[in-house]
């Protein structure tokens, strides 16, 4: 065997040995290494830009919520109100004998974002009977007129179609559909008159809150 012949031979054998370089590997171990990178860069970018928005959304949308919320708030439409319930007048300034007192309730009535103090949010009729205290809406229930009481007859009369209602409230005539609405009422550990004033809806014999 010639010394040429004894070269190549070692060099057949030592060929394993030898790294692999990009050129020679296949092209699909080429192509699995050079897209892994950039896609792990992807998925970091992609997490670090979920974090920032809601960094920035978070308190947007907190700031949202407490700017809108009055316009969804129901319940706090009457500043100092209670439950629902608009303070009255001391049970001690109502008539021992029964007979109905007409009260303005008055309250700072907030409209979204806007505050009026001081306003007439509506008027009732209120008795005292047997430790009782009872509130009628004075809205006609036929049509909304102003009910009025008449001292004379002990009874309530709506000046526009001629419905009448007895002291307890009743129709006494067949013109409204139903009785005046009572209200709810407290009376608090000072003695005021608290009262739940609500209208309803017009013409119909149920009552329903509106
Ligand atoms: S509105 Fe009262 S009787 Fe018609």
């Not at 319930?85 to 009535?109: E, H, K, M, W």
């Amino acid at each position: 065997m010639s010394a040429t012949s004894s070269v190549q031979t070692a060099t057949a054998h030592a060929a394993p040995l030898e790294s692999v370089s990009a050129e020679s590997a296949p092209i699909e171990a080429v192509a699995a290494t050079s897209s892994a990178v950039p896609r792990r860069s992807a998925v970091v970018a992609l997490a670090a830009a979920g974090s920032a928005l809601v960094a920035i959304l978070t308190p947007v949308v907190s700031g949202a919520t407490v700017f809108l919320d009055p316009v969804f708030r129901k319940q706090s439409a009457f500043r100092g109100a209670k439950e629902g319930f608009l303070p009255a007048i001391p049970v001690a300034d109502l008539p021992s004998d029964g007979s109905p007192r007409l009260v303005t309730l008055i309250a700072d009535r907030v409209d979204a974002w806007n505050v009026f103090v001081h306003q007439a949010i509506g008027k009732v009729y209120l008795r005292q009977i047997e430790g009782q205290v009872i509130a009628f809406n004075n809205i006609c229930p036929h049509l909304g007129c102003k009910v009025t009481y008449r001292h004379d007859g002990n009874d309530f009369l709506c000046p526009c179609h001629g419905a009448v209602f007895g002291a307890d409230g009743a129709c006494t005539n067949e013109i409204a559909p139903r009785g005046m609405d009572v209200l709810e009422t407290r009376v608090d550990e000072n003695g005021l008159v608290w009262v739940k004033y609500q209208n309803f809806r017009r013409g119909t014999a149920e009552k329903v809150a509106v």
